[in-house]
């Protein structure tokens, strides 16, 4: 089954914890990004990947860090350092630069507790 | 800078009206312009969108957009609303002119809620 997936749906974290999201896609798309949504404020990009093993910042990287080791894989770790991590995080991917399209995964929810 | 925006955050429309939901954008260059439907709790659904060639795009589930260059819009429409139609709404812009590093990144508007009401 094509398409992309997104784990755990439902994350809660302590304070001074790191937790990381998961994201696999299988459509053989070369680029991947992270968004971050919040009520009222649309959907904000933390980080975005175009080749595997490259990154780049997004608006608000701050707390955040990826790796793209592997064309189908680009995992998002909140860190302790992120001072608001209750949100829902978006993975999206496109076929490459050119691509107009992007598209989405079911997305992930996470909870500071 | 790149710049969308959606002026109402919710639109309320009575099933089997016409609808639309506003979007109006800015870029330095010429756009993409896109449009996508959230339902509660799931991702970002694609809809349609403009790239070139006709101002009118045709999209999933019956809905359309205009794209009107002079007046800098995007707006969604559907002929006959349905209660399944009801759902968060983003608008999204690319420069089309930027297709490498940060230029090449999507900006979306807020969202506008339909409330489709029998």
């Known amino acids: 089954d094509g398409g992309i997936t997104q784990s755990p749906k439902y994350l809660f974290r302590k304070e001074g914890q790191n937790v990381t999201l998961s994201c696999e896609q299988n459509?053989?798309?070369?680029?991947m990004y992270w968004y971050r949504q919040d009520p009222g404020q649309g959907l904000r990009l933390i980080y975005y990947?175009?080749?595997?093993?490259?990154?780049q910042k997004g608006d608000i990287a701050e707390g955040y860090s990826v790796s793209r080791e592997k064309k189908e894989s680009f995992p998002l770790t909140v860190t302790s350092a992120q001072k608001n991590p209750t949100a829902f995080y978006l993975c999206?991917?496109?076929?490459?630069?050119?691509?107009?399209?992007?598209?989405f995964g079911e997305g992930s929810w996470l909870t500071v507790v | 800078a790149q710049s969308v925006a959606q002026p109402e955050d919710q639109v309320n429309v009575a099933e089997g009206n016409p609808l639309t939901v506003k979007c109006t954008y800015s870029?330095?260059?010429?756009?993409?312009l896109f449009w996508y439907v959230q339902y509660p709790n799931r991702g970002l659904q694609f809809l349609l969108k403009?790239?070139?060639?006709?101002?009118l795009v045709k999209g999933s589930y019956g809905f359309e957009a205009e794209f009107n260059k002079s007046q800098t819009s995007f707006h969604l429409k559907k002929p006959s609303a349905l209660v399944s139609d009801s759902a968060l709404y983003f608008c999204?812009?690319?420069?089309?002119?930027?297709?490498?590093?940060?230029?090449?990144?999507?900006?979306f508007g807020t969202g506008t809620q339909l409330k489709v009401e029998l």
């Open positions: 403009y790239i070139t060639g006709d101002n």
């Open positions: 870029v330095s260059g010429n756009p993409y």
């Open positions: 999206a991917t496109k076929l490459d630069t050119s691509g107009n399209t992007i598209y």
């Open positions: 459509l053989n798309h070369d680029a």
């Open positions: 990947s175009q080749i595997v093993n490259d990154f």
């Open positions: 999204a812009v690319r420069d089309r002119g930027r297709v490498t590093g940060g230029g090449n990144k999507l900006t």
